[in-house]
């Protein structure tokens, strides 16, 4: 069965700072991961995602991820964080079961950017 | 771009009642997804649909019904309220054109309160 794994519940970083928000997956057969963010009483909003080709995806909001197939990760990356960056971030990867490409969704990992 | 609305943002209803989610997007798209989001339990999807009057159970289906009668509306139905079902509810959709690789678009979800 598929799954994905968001081993941080939290994350703290200091603006300007680079961040990294983890996410490590278990698939049979190509793995297809997104990234989502969701701002305080939002739904949420796609980032990026990662279906095959070059490891290092860019996305939305100067947000990249690198797609590890040998550590079955795809952590989320971005060089110089924002206070405005501050969200709840989740990972999911294309469920195999539903005709309809459901997503199967990590716990998430809420991020906190200092000023 | 996508706009997919939830008819409420909040909602206090009582134990027993009949309670109606409503869901709408713009897009034409083919699929639709109800999911519930509680804290440390991530996204759990309750039901989809891959077309109009098409609809698949989801992995916590119970207590829940859905309806499509029409292809740009999803509604969500409590059978018979129960506390446990407080929670926050969001709607996506997404085109099955293009393949399998296109990300759901996210309503800004209802927060239901049930007493």
């Known amino acids: 069965a598929q799954s994905v794994a968001q081993p941080e519940d939290q994350v703290n970083v200091a603006e300007g700072n680079p961040l990294t928000v983890k996410c490590t997956y278990s698939?049979?057969?190509?793995?297809?991961l997104f990234w989502y963010v969701q701002y305080p009483n939002r739904g949420l909003q796609f980032l990026l995602k990662y279906i095959t080709g070059d490891n290092l995806v860019k996305g939305s909001y100067g947000f990249e991820a690198e797609f590890n197939k040998s550590q079955t990760s795809f952590h989320l990356k971005k060089p110089s964080a924002l206070v405005s960056d501050s969200a709840l971030y989740f990972c999911?990867?294309?469920?195999?079961?539903?005709?309809?490409?459901?997503?199967?969704f990590g716990t998430g990992t809420r991020l906190t950017v200092i000023p | 771009d996508v706009k997919v609305t939830q008819s409420s943002r909040y909602l206090v209803k009582r134990t027993g009642e009949k309670v109606f989610l409503e869901c709408v997007q713009d897009?034409?798209?083919?699929?639709m997804f109800w999911y519930r989001q509680d804290p440390g339990l991530g996204l759990r999807l309750i039901y989809f649909?891959?077309?109009?009057?098409?609809?698949e159970k989801g992995d916590i289906p119970e207590g829940y019904s859905v309806s499509r009668e029409k292809k740009e509306r999803f509604s969500l139905i409590l059978e018979s309220a129960s506390t446990n079902q407080t929670s926050m509810y969001l709607c996506?959709?997404?085109?099955?054109?293009?393949?399998?690789?296109?990300?759901?678009?996210f309503g800004d979800g209802t927060r239901l309160s049930i007493l």
């Open positions: 897009m034409d798209h083919e699929n």
């Open positions: 698939v049979s057969g190509n793995p297809y």
């Open positions: 999911a990867v294309r469920d195999l079961r539903g005709g309809a490409n459901n997503l199967f």
């Open positions: 996506a959709s997404r085109t099955k054109r293009g393949g399998p690789n296109q990300p759901q678009h």
């Open positions: 649909s891959y077309d109009v009057k098409m609809k």
